[in-house]
């Protein structure tokens, strides 16, 4: 039984799936409709975290390799330039790149006059570039063709279903879910062996209602939507991290991203004036036409990070992600939280997850999604 | 920038603004009869979309609205519905640019209803899988880039973003559900336009069918609400003129088709 119709909850559906479990998600509104659909579209190479995070910049190019051989056609694969502007960025150059070599990250040092003429957009006053695998992912499609594969192997996926409480026989045992069918407004129980939270930034709202916390801070960023593509490969500030650093082309848009606050209440997020002004100013640092581009769209993402409350911008909570096994942490049985992470390592969120629920099923079956080849995104509508 | 508390000056708010607008939503569940219109009153902001106001009116006073969304950027083609009866993706959709008095919302047409705003896309899907379009293109890249060692060369994803938006508009589609369809006849134009693997002249043939390319009545209307520039009724004409000049060349022997 799983809670929650995001990147996450489809992948999880999809490994358990493929390992022979019976598998239930409930979702409350549309698959997707949560964090997952709304992120600026980046499968990352993991050169972003390669300086302070090397956990997560390993993670994120192995996930990258991976995606690509299970999920072929699903992404734009025109690699990404990290684009110093600065001196300081400048110096700060050979670190990152260093960083990037020892996270096994394929990169390639690009001079400017190279960097201009890969990406004829770029501020000329550009000091130097590098090269690295980064992509441009649909939010949606990606996710989806892992919802579709899972279907189509025997997952029961609800989408319109809310959990509005959990069944317990006592305070120390889940045995399933309580649902809305917001489709005929039925109410009723979903009995489960395991009842696996991954609502995202909703997951401390479910935890709660099995009787446990869980140290999930929603972490709100803005992003805007320019029309025109304003490059061909994904455009990052080469420096530590901050807002508006980052530039992707999808389709016909450019998104810009992003900013970072934090929240409690994920179905609550602003789209703050000053952030969107930012994301032009910080963007056309980089690209310099931006600043006259047209907005097709302004929007917010919740990030599901894990941390500790009282952080205040969300940076400095971890992006990496955590399974909670709340019968070892808290007492109650029947019932595991999965937080934090990013679209990119979705499928090894899904495996660690798989993992810890095969371990408390007594299921002695391997995760064999690095190696199946996901149905295409439409096969889920079928 | 990154604010310790959540700001204020919220470009798509939905409360505290001191302007409110009533929307009037369709509303229906399973085992009812049809559908009916519920008025809910929603403050605006000047960025506020019609999508913030739904998921505003789901949030703070009725739980039991629902509706498709996901990407809130024009990109994912979830939110696809007919506002004041026009089709429209909510979330591009400002309030403010609105005219005027009550704002209607209703589903797409055409497609089977779920439940409220929620339509069962299958048939659309039916449809626009027809034809096995990539959802990656080759071409259209900046002209002047040069592209990056390792990188096969650049490519991008297509411009159809699958809303339905057009099946709902076509008043072809509203009268003869066999008719394929201004989606699934744009994508066999862009295959054709740019073959890669695919069959092309299975495309040719599936699209040279009086329930294909000969159906469209030129109404137009498809690509006056397409969100994603994909210009289905130019993409019609085009298959028209493929298949007319390959008959020519057909009945003169001048060529084999396609």
């Known amino acids: 039984m799983i809670v929650g119709g995001g990147g996450t909850g489809g992948a999880l559906a999809h490994d358990l799936a493929l390992r022979g479990l019976r598998i239930t998600l409930v979702e409350r509104g549309e698959i997707t409709s949560g964090t997952t659909g709304r992120h600026h579209g980046l499968l990352h190479s993991g050169a972003r975290y390669a300086v302070k995070d090397r956990e997560s910049a390993v993670e994120c190019i192995e996930e990258n390799r991976i995606l690509r051989t299970i999920a072929p056609g699903s992404f734009e694969l025109n690699d990404g330039l990290f684009v110093a502007l600065t001196d300081e960025e400048a110096d700060y150059e050979k670190l990152f790149f260093e960083s990037c070599e020892a996270s096994q990250i394929p990169a390639r040092r690009v001079s400017r006059a190279e960097a201009l003429r890969l990406e004829p957009n770029l501020n000329p006053d550009l000091r130097c570039a590098v090269q690295v695998p980064d992509g441009t992912m649909d939010a949606m499609r990606l996710p989806l063709r892992f919802f579709a594969t899972a279907r189509r192997n025997g997952a029961d996926i609800r989408p319109f279903t809310e959990v509005v409480g959990m069944s317990m026989t006592t305070p120390k045992r889940v045995d399933g879910v309580q649902v809305v069918d917001r489709a005929s407004g039925r109410r009723y129980d979903i009995g489960a062996d395991l009842v696996v939270n991954a609502a995202g930034p909703w997951g401390e709202k479910i935890a709660r209602m099995g009787g446990v916390d869980v140290p999930i801070q929603p972490s709100p960023g803005i992003l805007v939507a320019v029309r025109g593509r304003f490059a061909n490969m994904v455009i990052n500030r080469l420096h530590a991290s901050g807002d508006g650093d980052i530039v992707v082309p999808q389709r016909e848009l450019s998104v810009i991203g992003t900013s970072s606050w934090v929240t409690d209440d994920p179905d609550h997020l602003a789209v703050p004036a000053d952030h969107v002004e930012a994301m032009f100013r910080e963007g056309s640092a980089m690209i310099p036409s931006l600043r006259g581009a047209t907005m097709r769209a302004s929007w917010s993402a919740a990030r599901p990070l894990i941390g500790e409350r009282g952080a205040s911008t969300g940076r400095e909570l971890s992006r990496t992600f955590k399974c909670f096994d709340h019968e070892a942490e808290d007492g109650v049985s029947g019932f595991i939280t999965i937080a934090g992470g990013k679209a990119t390592t979705l499928r090894a969120m899904a495996e660690a997850t798989a993992d810890m629920v095969c371990r408390k099923l007594g299921v002695d079956r391997p995760c064999a999604t690095r190696n199946t080849e996901l149905l295409p995104h439409t096969a889920y509508y079928a | ?258």
């Open chain 2, 1 to 258: 920038m990154s604010s310790p508390v959540e700001p204020a000056n919220d470009t798509h708010a939905t409360s505290g603004t001191g302007r409110s607008v009533r929307f009037r939503v369709s509303r229906f569940k399973r085992g009812d009869r049809k559908p009916h219109y519920q008025d809910y009153a929603v403050e605006v902001a000047p960025g506020t979309t019609v999508l913030d106001a739904l998921t505003a009116i789901r949030r703070d006073q009725d739980p039991t609205l629902i509706l498709r969304h996901s990407c809130y950027h024009a990109s994912c083609g979830t939110c696809g519905m007919r506002v004041n009866d026009t089709e429209v993706l909510a979330c591009v959709t400002e309030v403010a640019g609105l005219d005027g008095g009550t704002v209607k919302v209703d589903p797409i047409a055409n497609q089977r209803l779920v439940a409220d705003l929620v339509t069962d896309m299958v048939d659309f899907y039916d449809k626009f899988t027809a034809v096995d379009q990539p959802l990656v293109r080759d071409s259209d890249a900046i002209p002047a880039a040069t592209v990056p060692p390792g990188v096969p060369g650049f490519t991008r994803f297509e411009n159809c973003i699958e809303c339905g938006l057009c099946l709902s508009a076509c008043p072809i589609v509203a009268t003869d559900p066999r008719y394929l369809g201004p989606a699934g006849l744009a994508a066999a134009q862009r295959v054709l336009e740019e073959p890669r693997e695919a069959d092309a002249f299975s495309v040719l043939r599936l699209t040279d069918d009086p329930q294909a390319a000969w159906r469209c009545h030129l109404a137009f209307e498809c690509t006056a609400v397409c969100p994603s520039n994909v210009d289905p009724a130019g993409a019609i004409m085009f298959l028209r003129r493929r298949l007319a000049s390959d008959r020519v060349k057909s009945i003169f022997g001048s060529g084999r088709r396609p």
